[in-house]
């Protein structure tokens, strides 16, 4: 339960936590899991009423830390102290009642509940809920006037938006008196603003005591908001630093073990004829929403076309149409000088056979087959071509020469054509994907979401692999999340929201306030 | 992440069921000694009477010749992460393909070519039996645990219909057809044995339990080494990246529906062509529905289907025997044996892991750093 009294009766007063703030101490942390070591002696301190930073890349052991923080794993040896006394941390319940909150990555919410319902969830106080409704809704009150998290309360989850949602995360967390906040990649989901609005939230939770701890892989957000900063690599810290001492650079040196190059070089592009024509697309979901209005553009040869905005206004309907997965409804697609209307049949194998690649936005869903070994996934999509087989078989020698190569010249890692692909870090699925998308030497690549979840040095290396294949002339349409990603492929960016292109602007000009502001649907002059 | 994940594989695949096994023998003990009985004594007639007395293994491979058909024809649909439910009721329309061919056929030409037609037969009428549900999930969405439940049913009021009605043998009154002419059928191998001058015991065992061997290999090599079972095991893990990579899903789990009716299908060549030599009511005595748990315990591979085949004929086999020296136990005790197998290999397969792992890595090795 909570550290915090909830005054039973008629008493209104309600009794906010009083923060002297905590700090919190980890003395050589150590996690096993069978025989890889997930967490080696990991020590770090947070300063009680500070923003801490901890950055490092995927499978770094960054999660492992938290969930031992947060009571979901037992360490194997270490331990962990609060304002100075050492606390066993043996369950989620404990961890709160410690007042440590977490805020996921992926918000456990029930979206079919209010605010206040999801709040109230796992603290209802009593068999009739209208007691435990009329405190926590006043406490709410208090909590988001004094932080300035604003959120109408009586909203069901799954009308809000994602950064509301988040908001709503934060409360629960606060409500249950959470001292510590925790907050595992916060701003993944979040339009430039809303992390903007996010961060001036973290920092009025710092100036009235709150101690946070954010665990990101932006470190931009780390130079902006945190006080000091902890790099974790290989299960190990490998650096605490103060942030003011710090640099951008540095921290990715550390992060990936050797230096990194944060900019990358663009050639001239070589831009040819158009390739891939879309005009007045149209597209009805499922559920009769219009997901895509009207949406025209084309892609020329050498060109990489960036497609910016926050998830879910109609990008991923977009790729599922042009790659076949989805039926075309309404519009027509122009592919090198073939038509295609409605009602033609289109899927998958033709889109490929039209030398259209695609790399998908969830590689683990839809890109790869988990459980296949390397060498199977990486004929995935491809394996009715005639150099992967012979007759009614495959060729596995043929196969497995193919993946030795291009497993080489894309650096996937490990090598090993006969583990299965579940086993790869994030980053190395993902050059998996676009090494097999790549070897088809498409005339278009669709791709999506190309970083999500990877690491820094993979991320380095798969621009390098796009500006390479853009450079022979392949047209590529670039649908991403990441704004600085976008704006450092393309060579033209078009922007979306609610289904519809909002704006269209040169690659080389284009700042992040301004798509910003077009992301977010209130600047439609362009 | 699966714990299990860090267990070599001789231990996860080898060592765990065999402890799995043991625990199910083990509460298995403990019923019989309840009964009265000395359990040791329980298990020692069961291991002769399936390998020991004159005869026994030829009747435990018999009937492993069944689970394996049954067995690798769940096994298939789960590739494709379909629930096979209808294996008896496509052995059984399998058997009708049989019995059809050779009533027609048997008295105008050649008799093994008869027998031929009447494998195909089998195989082809369980393959049409298992279309009709994988059409209907393919095309029509309705679930395939559903509509293959319902098509044994009118597999077998089917059966019993053509059996009284239509094809059952003139002026008798039990619901089989006549016998298939002299020289139909496959030879049992005692038969055989005879032939070449070696006497051993009577047997049904007869070479449709090669068939099924020859059946299993092919299982093998359609399942990992062709375009099309590589396209059936992506459509098994993951049906949005099959669509993905342009695998057409509904053709997929037709055919696949159609090769597991016929796997089915061709417990009926060993019933029917290798011992009844007749067609005849329910002579799949559940053998379609323990196929599901031969699949299970052996993990969809033709070689684990094998050693769970051979585990569970050797089961129904030593079963038989059981019943008959003890007076106390029925032969529904080899039911409670199997079902106790299942829970522990099946339901309960990674309920020892932890444990053993925990073991393992105290003992016999040293964590080191990934």
């Known amino acids: 339960m909570t550290t915090i009294e909830i005054n039973e009766g008629n008493d209104t007063s309600v009794s906010l936590p009083s923060f002297s703030g905590s700090s919190i101490e980890l003395k050589k942390i150590t996690k096993r899991f069978g025989h890889v070591i997930a967490n080696e002696e990991v020590s770090l301190k947070v300063e009680a009423g500070t923003i801490h930073g901890i950055v490092g ?75 435990g409704e009329k405190t926590i809704l006043q406490r709410l009150q208090k909590l988001s006037s004094t932080y300035g998290l604003n959120v109408d309360f009586h909203s069901l989850i799954l009308d809000l938006p994602v950064g509301m949602q988040q908001r709503v995360e934060i409360l629960k967390a606060l409500n249950r008196g959470a001292k510590i906040l925790i907050l595992d990649e916060p701003t993944g989901v979040l339009t430039p603003q809303e992390t903007i609005g996010l961060f001036e939230i973290l920092n009025s939770l710092k100036n009235k005591g709150v101690t946070i701890i954010l ?136 889109v490929r056979e039209m030398s259209i690649a695609h790399v998908p936005e969830d590689r683990q869903k839809r890109g790869l087959i988990l459980p296949f070994y390397n060498y199977e996934n990486s004929i995935l999509g491809y394996q009715r071509k005639e150099r992967y087989s012979s007759g009614f078989l495959l060729d596995k020698n043929k196969i497995l020469n193919l993946f030795t190569e291009t497993a080489e010249q894309f650096d996937v890692r490990p090598r090993n054509p006969n583990i299965s692909s579940n086993k790869l870090s994030g980053g190395n699925q993902q050059k998996l ?94 | 992440m699966n714990e299990s994940n860090f267990l070599p594989r001789w231990v996860s695949i080898g060592l765990i069921p065999f402890i799995n096994l043991l625990l199910a023998f083990f509460v298995s003990g403990i019923v019989i000694f309840f009964i009265g009985e000395n359990p040791l004594q329980a298990i020692l007639v069961m291991i002769k ?20 058909f049954a067995g690798l024809a769940v096994a298939l649909a789960f590739h494709a992460k379909l629930f096979n439910i209808g294996g008896e009721g496509q052995a059984y329309v399998g058997g009708l393909g049989v019995g059809l061919v050779c009533l027609a056929l048997d008295q105008s030409i050649n008799s093994f070519l008869v027998t031929i037609l009447a494998v195909c037969g089998s195989a082809i009428f369980g393959a049409f039996w298992g279309v009709i549900p994988g059409y209907l999930q393919a095309k029509r969405g309705s679930h395939i645990v559903i509509t293959t439940i319902m098509f044994n049913f009118i597999a077998a009021s089917l059966m019993v219909y053509l059996l009284v009605n239509v094809i ?69 893990h993951s049906e949005t990246a099959a669509k993905y990579a342009g695998i057409d899903v509904s053709r997929t789990i037709v055919l696949v529906m159609a090769i597991s009716g016929g796997l089915a299908g061709l417990v009926a060549i060993n019933e029917l062509l290798g011992v009844h030599n007749k067609l005849l009511l329910g002579f799949t005595a559940g053998y379609g529905f323990t196929g599901i748990a031969v699949a299970l315990m052996g993990r969809n591979h033709p070689i684990g289907i094998f050693l769970s085949s051979l585990l569970f004929g050797a089961l129904y086999q030593g079963g038989t025997e059981l019943d008959f020296e003890f007076s106390s136990i029925t032969r529904e005790m080899v039911l409670l044996i199997q079902g106790l197998i299942i829970l522990f290999s099946g339901a309960l397969a990674y309920m020892m892991n932890p444990f053993v792992e925990k073991i393992y890595y105290n003992y016999f090795k040293e964590p080191k750093n990934a």
């Open chain 2, 168 to 236: 059952i043998e003139p002026g008798q009154m039990s619901p089989e057809t006549r016998d298939f002419s002299e020289g139909v059928g496959l030879v049992q191998i005692h038969k055989l044995a005879n032939y070449f001058g070696i006497s051993i015991a009577v047997s049904p065992f007869n070479i449709s339990f090669f068939i099924a061997l020859i059946v299993s290999f092919g299982f093998w090599i359609l399942v990992w080494r062709t375009k099309f079972g590589y396209e059936v095991r992506s459509l098994g």
């Open chain 1, 433 to 526: 994907v676009l090494a097999r998308e790549i070897e088809s030497q498409p005339k278009i690549l669709l791709i999506g979401q190309p970083t999500r979840g990877v690491d820094i040095g993979a991320i380095e290396r798969i621009y390098e692999d796009l500006l390479r294949l853009k450079d022979s002339g392949t047209a590529i349409l670039l649908v991403s999340v990441e704004l600085d990603e976008i704006m450092s492929l393309s060579d033209r960016i078009i922007v979306m929201n609610q289904g519809k292109i909002v704006g269209e602007t040169m690659g080389s000009n284009a700042t992040e306030i301004e798509l910003g502001k077009m992301m977010s649907g209130l600047d439609r002059t362009n």
């Open chain 2, 49 to 68: 009477g399936a390998f020991y007395y004159p005869g026994s293994i030829g009747y435990t491979l018999y009937y492993t010749t069944n689970f394996i």
């Open chain 1, 215 to 350: 665990i990101t892989h932006k470190l931009k957000e780390i130079m902006n908001i945190t006080e000091a900063v902890s790099v974790m690599r290989g299960g190990k810290v490998v650096a605490n630093l103060k942030t003011n001492n710090t640099s951008p650079a540095e921290l990715a040196e550390k992060m990936v073990g050797r230096k990194v190059l944060l900019s990358i070089e663009k050639k001239e592009s070589k831009i040819g004829n158009k390739v891939l024509t879309v005009k007045n697309l149209n597209h009805l979901s499922k559920d009769g929403v219009d997901v895509l209005k009207n949406v025209s553009f084309s892609i020329s040869e050498g060109e990489i076309l960036g497609v910016a905005g926050v998830a879910g206004n109609g990008q991923s309907e977009l790729l599922d149409i042009l790659s076949g997965i989805e039926q075309l409804q309404r519009g027509e697609i122009e592919i090198n000088q073939t038509r295609l209307l409605p009602g033609e049949k289109w899927d998958p194998k033709k």
């Open chain 1, 57 to 131: 890349e995927n499978g770094a052991g960054k999660s492992t830390l938290m969930n031992i923080l947060f009571g979901l794993y037992k360490p194997d040896g270490g331990s962990i102290y609060l304002d100075g006394n050492i606390v066993d941390v043996t369950s989620p319940e404990k961890s709160i009642s410690l007042g440590i909150g977490m805020v996921h990555q992926h918000f456990m919410l029930v979206p079919t509940f209010t605010v206040l319902e999801n709040v109230m969830l796992g603290n209802e106080g009593s068999f009739s809920l209208k007691k």
